[in-house]
């Protein structure tokens, strides 16, 4: 081979090829530890997002008790609803019980007329006795007018109180009809309220129960955005991790820029063409070798910004609807008039339940107030029927005897025997009559306890309910406190999130700053190399030098590098997508054994 | 479980990555940017999982590795080396080091916690 010299212009070439390598890696070192910074600038901003994120999973999976409150305010309302319907039918069967002793007290009544009837022969036979009289003795006459007297006076007496007490007991059964009626229109309305009022509980119930769900599903919105978020930023560790292993390269690449600018100041001081011509293969192959490392690097840099800045935008869109659903659980608030409003439903219920209750207790104590005089009433007319009864047969007796003692058997006989007959007529229809107002008073004796119970039932079960109401409503406003709070907080975490992700979607994306820099380094090595290989190829170099690049590329210790060196020196692309999912891991639990896991490779050697 | 992990890397990001997977899982987590300081500061400190880069200044990771098996409290203690790709030679110096395994970056925080668990499971077995 003869050695030719390279000519002037290609000296001054190289030198200034030189100049502007020196030039580009010193630009492309400062702005990739910018990148450096900027990198730590979205890791650090990313683990408050992290950090944000577990909070905010930690506030959506915190409602247990919330919904344990509001499963129990559900119980507690429901228990008057039983206990509304229970009593109500206590009420109506007391009040078809008055109904009938109103219908008993009438038939009762009707023994007045009755009575009268009896009584009446008794005008005749006094009559007829002073007729007899007249045909008697002084003495004996004087005796029967006495007795006459007597039954006189008797009628008198048993008309005037019969008057009285059956007036006494027409007015307790019109006022006992008219209770019947009160109760039957008050039980009416009272169905009607509690039918109301069981409607609105049953609407409080609902509410509260739709606000559970409500929440829940709000719990379960936070959780899948949380998880979203936390996968998001699993990928976004995966990505970031681009600026060590770019770092790494970076430094090989700059090894051979100095070992190519230090190339070029020795080929202008070389006298000797074989040498120079060997220096510019050098050049030539070294330059090739880092062509293709640059070429991996910004595959690397521009597959990890485009991830990065997906995965950016994915949290941004998560956080948005952390917002979102944020603003609905607020609106849900609205809706079911928020948790204060669940607590206000419950309470609200409950103050009806109790009115139902009070209006329940009134009406038996109505009730008892109508009966207790009746029963007084009944109890008197029992006794003056007794007493009527009594004295009915002390004057047939007394006939029988005035009879049998002026001997007459014949008109004084009949008057006696008829007297006796009144008399032992009006005793049993006074028993009958008594026997009735016993049995009355015992009915109402029953009514009036089975009221008392009622009233008592209903005075215990509020007690009951005013004390689980409060502790419903304590439990209730623990919710609403709690829910609110935890709403509050997951808007700050929102708001956090959001604002935290300003700095990372607002930024200029690595690939954007980086690669510019990379081109003209790139450009630099591309004019080393071309400049070299116009030289190397004006002095008809043709030599080996694969024993300088082997030595450089011994520095090199990643195999896709050395891959890449291959495919460079032979004058090839190598493949150079990188799978972001992970490099490939193997595991070794034992010498010789591979456990592979995922998409990458751990090696695990057995002590 | 929960562990106390030595995480050893000169770059920043990385010992960030692993320390929010590692932290995120529930364990303890110690930093140190190379071997030097790491060896100081698991002298005064033992940790039950050492995770450490192979490239590093000062002192690289598998110079880490020797220095460690040669201290009897780490005799069993796992070592595992993660780092960018590298040939077979400088992962067979790893393991002649006594390193008890080898991850390729960039590691996912899923594989990460599956191999700590693993090794820790291992160690307790």
Not at chain 1, 426 to 442: H, R, W, Y
Not at chain 1, 476 to 493: N, Y
Not at chain 1, 535 to 550: I, N, P
Request: with cysteine.
């Amino acid at each position: 081979m003869t050695a030719m010299a390279l000519p002037s212009r290609d000296e001054l070439a190289l030198e200034r090829t030189a100049f502007a390598l020196k030039h580009a890696t010193e630009r492309l070192g400062d702005e990739f530890n910018r990148t450096g910074d900027a990198v730590m600038c979205v890791t650090a901003t990313s683990e408050a997002l992290v950090g944000a994120s577990e909070r905010l999973r930690a506030l959506a999976v915190g409602g247990a008790d919330g919904e344990t409150a509001v499963t129990e305010a559900t119980t507690v309302l429901r228990a008057p609803l039983a206990y509304l319907a229970e009593s109500g039918a206590s009420v109506r069967h007391v009040i078809d019980r008055l109904a009938e002793y109103h219908g008993r007290l009438n038939r009762t009544l009707s023994w007045e007329h009755e009575f009268r009837r009896v009584m009446q022969p008794l005008h005749y036979v006094q009559t007829l006795f002073r007729i007899e009289a007249a045909h008697l003795d002084a003495d004996i006459a004087r005796m029967l007018l006495d007795l006459v007297r007597d039954i006189e006076q008797l009628q008198q007496h048993v008309e005037r109180v019969f008057g009285e007490q059956f007036l006494a007991l027409r007015d307790t059964h019109g006022a006992l009809g008219a209770l019947v009626t009160r109760l039957r229109a008050q039980a009416d309305d009272d169905d009607k309220t509690a039918t109301d009022r069981r409607e609105a509980i049953a609407r409080a119930i609902d509410a509260l129960e739709d606000s559970v769900k409500g929440g829940a599903a709000a719990d379960l919105t936070l959780t899948g955005l949380s998880a979203d978020v936390s996968g998001e930023l699993g990928r976004l560790v995966m990505a970031l991790q681009f600026q060590d292993i770019v770092s790494q390269k970076l430094t090989h690449a700059f090894a051979g820029a100095e070992l190519v600018e230090a190339r070029l100041r020795d080929v202008e001081t070389m006298t000797d063409d074989a040498a120079r011509g060997e220096a510019l293969r050098v050049i030539e192959a070294t330059g090739r070798i880092m062509l293709g490392q640059l070429r991996g690097v910004e595959v690397e840099v521009t597959d990890a910004d485009a991830a990065i800045a997906q995965t950016l935008a994915g949290i941004a869109t998560r956080m948005r609807q952390v917002d979102v659903a944020c603003v609905e659980m607020h609106d849900v608030d609205v809706v079911s008039a928020g948790a204060d409003g669940l607590v206000q439903v419950m309470l609200d219920a409950l103050g009806q339940v109790r009115l139902l209750l009070d209006a329940g207790n009134d009406l038996a104590e109505d009730a008892r107030r109508v009966l207790e005089p009746m029963s007084g009433v009944a109890a008197s007319v029992r006794e003056r029927m007794a007493h009527v009864a009594h004295g009915m047969h002390l004057v047939g007796l007394n006939a029988e005897v005035q009879a049998a003692r002026v001997e007459n058997r014949g008109g004084l006989e009949v008057l006696s025997a008829r007297t006796s007959a009144v008399a032992r007529e009006a005793g049993e229809l006074s028993a009958k009559v008594a026997a009735d107002i016993a049995a009355l008073i015992s009915a109402l004796d029953d009514v009036r306890g089975i009221l008392a119970g009622l009233a008592r039932e209903g005075r215990e079960f509020a007690l009951r309910l005013s004390d689980s109401g409060g502790d419903v409503e304590r439990k209730l406003h623990a919710f609403r406190d709690e829910t609110l709070g935890g709403l509050a907080r997951v808007g700050e975490l929102a708001a956090e999130l959001t604002s935290g992700l300003d700095p990372l979607t607002g930024r200029r994306g690595f690939a954007e700053v980086f690669v510019g820099e990379l081109h003209d380094f790139r450009d630099a090595v591309d004019m080393a190399v071309a400049h070299a290989t116009h030289g190397a190829d004006a002095l008809g170099a043709a030599v080996d030098v694969s024993a300088h690049t082997d030595a450089l590329r011994e520095k090199y210790t990643m195999a896709s590098e050395r891959r890449i060196h291959d495919a460079a020196l032979a004058g090839k692309d190598a493949a150079m997508r990188r799978d972001l999912r992970g490099g490939s891991i193997e595991m070794w639990d034992a010498p010789g054994e591979t456990v592979t896991t995922g998409s990458s490779d751990v090696e695990l050697w057995s002590e | 479980m929960a562990a106390t992990i030595m995480t050893v890397d000169d770059s920043a990001t990385i010992r960030k990555m692993v320390s929010w997977t590692l932290k995120g899982a529930g364990h303890d987590v110690m930093e140190a940017s190379d071997g030097v300081e790491a060896l100081r500061a698991l002298t005064a400190r033992a940790a039950d999982i050492v995770i450490s880069d192979i490239n590093m200044p000062n002192m690289d990771g598998i110079e880490l590795t020797r220095q460690l098996r040669a201290l009897p409290s780490f005799a069993r203690t796992p070592i595992i080396l993660l780092t960018t790709e590298s040939d077979a030679e400088k992962k067979a110096q790893g393991r002649a080091a006594g390193a008890t395994g080898w991850i390729v970056k960039p590691f996912s925080q899923d594989q990460l916690l599956a191999i700590v668990a693993k090794v820790l499971a291992a160690r307790a077995a």
